[in-house]
């Protein structure tokens, strides 16, 4: 049978270990991992530091000895594959605390190396109070940092992405004072600002402290010194800012390493040499909003391109991998947030004009109990309606929403695909109108030109000019004595049949209400009686008021 030898024993790693035999009995399998664990949950790693999952083993899913009895693999762990020999098809493998090197010959290489915690060049970041999250050793160490002594307090967190938000909840849990420190003015960039604003409220909401637009200026023990001046106390720090392609072995082994730095390779996971396969954090696969190939750190698609490359090597396989829409989840706290495809902002700064729909509907309907509110954004392309991305933020039911609009992606639908969906609904789970078919009427009206609209951040950004707009908010009066936009008039849209010549028919309109439903109805009856520049503002207020 064929020699398989598998370098990385994790996510991508596993996975086409396991396939490769369940294909093949007569192959010859082998693994070999650098770390102390093979197939362990490293998504898991953030909540076994916050003691939600209890036993740490739980994180452990196989021993070499499991994989030995019942998928028959040589798993060797310790193993570090220092060398690959692309020529003689042979890998130098050095196994820790010995000095002797070993060769071992393969036919087929699969490589799932996965990514490195990208450490900043910040004064400081070599200091022992200074950790990454990625590994088991990684998780024990920070444990004892902060079981150290009774005075480690305080605890800050660089970067607000995924592991950085997932850390700060857990060890804010543990009962530690926790900081995010992030350069971007949001924490989750995959969304956009006014989206990830409900994410800042939350993290406030529970006593985190959010510094962002940061510059780091030195991390010295005990505090984390900033540009602007502030010092931002920190027993421990976790650097979480990202991780970058492991490429050296191949890089070294003469592999083609693609435009954005990652491993470059084919639809079959194939690298530039035929019977060298590389999958998972180390390389770049297309992305199918943008059409560029680029890495994506991500468990789910590093265990099917495991799947799909010894698939091939083992010559069963006529359809490659598809590309990815970057389907994505982070819990904070209460809130779940979630995106597929690309945000509006990176497509504007990209220089591209997306449409985008906000919708805060109900998870389920708001007659039974518990419903929570959703913002759900839908960006699509302008006479297309093609989808180009989605970000869903809420307390129930984002995951459900998200992947559907994910699936509506990947099969190439368009805004106006939405409002067709067929969804299951029941009052506890939905409603007869789902969020997706919401914002499937809402973007298909903008679509068909049976609505305009203006987004909040176009209204900021126009200065207001209140002599040449006019600014029409129709909520009720109560809610309008709360707080409004500075100019506006209210009328409510329950009497602006009977008002509207209070208004200049020739003067441009912005209509708005708390989530852009009653503003849409003010809309209609606005065009249809002869107000040629009307438009609804987008989401209305909700967002607006949130600071975004
Ligand atoms: P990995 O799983 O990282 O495996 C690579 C392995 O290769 C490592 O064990 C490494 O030690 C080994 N290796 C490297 N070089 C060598 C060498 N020269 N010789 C031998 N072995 C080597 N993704 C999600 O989709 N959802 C999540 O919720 C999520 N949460 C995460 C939380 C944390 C804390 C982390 C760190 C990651 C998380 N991810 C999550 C990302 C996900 O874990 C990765 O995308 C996935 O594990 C990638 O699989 P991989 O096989 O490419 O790399």
Redesign the pocket.
């Known amino acids: 049978g064929l020699k398989f030898i598998i370098?990385?024993?994790?996510?991508?790693?596993m996975s086409a270990a396991t396939r490769a035999r369940r294909l093949s009995e007569s192959a010859s399998i082998t693994v070999?991992?650098?770390?102390p664990y093979v197939s362990y949950a490293?998504?898991g790693?953030?909540y076994s530091l916050g003691e939600v999952i209890q036993k740490e083993e739980s994180l452990i899913l196989n021993t070499p000895k499991s994989f030995k009895d019942r998928y028959n693999l040589d798993v060797h762990i310790d193993?570090?594959?220092?060398k690959i020999d692309p020529q003689q098809k042979t890998v130098d493998v050095r196994v820790q605390g010995e000095k002797t090197i070993e060769r071992y010959a393969w036919d087929k290489l699969v490589l799932?190396?996965?990514?490195e915690p990208f450490l900043p060049p910040i004064k400081g970041i070599d200091l022992p109070h200074v950790f990454t999250?990625?590994?088991i050793p990684d998780l024990r160490r920070i444990r004892c940092a902060l079981q150290a002594s009774t005075r480690v307090k305080h605890v800050a967190v660089i970067g607000g992405g995924?592991?950085g938000l997932?850390a700060a909840e857990n060890i804010k849990g543990l009962g530690f004072e926790v900081s995010i420190l992030e350069a971007a003015p949001q924490v989750f960039t995959l969304v956009d600002h006014d989206i990830a604003e409900r994410i800042h409220t939350e993290l406030r909401a529970n006593g985190v402290s959010v510094h962002l637009r940061v510059n780091i200026k030195e991390i010295q023990p005990g505090h984390v010194m900033l540009g602007s001046g502030e010092t931002v106390p920190a027993d421990v720090v976790i650097a979480a800012v990202g991780v970058r392609p492991?490429t050296s072995?191949a890089r070294d082994a003469g592999l083609k390493i693609g435009s954005s730095g990652a491993v470059s390779v084919d639809h079959f996971m194939r690298t530039s040499h035929p019977d060298i396969y590389a999958?998972?954090?180390?390389v770049e696969t297309e992305n199918r909003v943008l059409d560029r190939a680029l890495p994506l750190?991500?468990?789910?698609p590093?265990a099917r391109q495991?799947r799909i490359a010894v698939d091939h090597a083992l010559g069963i396989l006529k359809e490659g991998y598809r590309g990815n829409v970057g389907t994505?989840i982070c819990k904070v706290f209460g809130l779940a947030v979630a995106s597929v495809g690309t945000s509006a902002r990176v497509l504007q700064q990209m220089g591209k004009k997306p449409l985008w729909v906000t919708v805060y509907p109900p998870s389920h309907a708001g007659y039974y109990p518990g419903a929570q509110p959703l913002s759900l954004r839908v960006i699509f392309e302008p006479e297309s309606g093609r989808l180009l991305g989605a970000q869903v933020v809420g307390k129930e039911g984002v995951d459900k929403q998200i992947d559907v609009l994910a699936m509506a992606m990947q099969t190439g639908m368009s805004i106006s695909d939405l409002e067709h969906l067929e969804l299951a609904y029941a009052p506890p789970y939905g409603s007869a109108k789902s969020p997706v078919n919401m914002a499937g009427f809402v973007g298909t009206n903008v679509l068909r030109g049976i609505v305009r609209i203006m987004h909040p951040e176009e209204l900021v950004s126009s200065g207001f000019p209140l002599e040449s707009i006019q600014l029409l908010d129709v909520r009720s009066p109560e809610e309008f004595g709360r707080g409004h936009i500075p100019g506006a008039v209210n009328i409510s849209v329950n009497t602006l049949r009977e008002r509207m010549d209070e208004l200049d028919k020739n003067k441009y309109t912005v209509v708005y209400c708390g989530v852009g439903y009653r503003g849409y109805l003010a809309y209609r009856m606005l065009e249809q009686n002869g107000f040629e520049q009307v438009v609804n503002l987008d989401g209305g207020t909700s967002l607006f008021f949130s600071g975004g």
Do not use: H, Y
């Open positions: 370098v990385g024993g994790v996510a991508g790693g070999f991992e650098k770390g490293n998504c790693i953030p193993s570090e594959v220092v799932s190396l996965g990514a999250l990625q590994t995924f592991i997932e492991r072995l999958v998972g954090d180390m750190a991500l468990a789910g590093a495991g994505s």
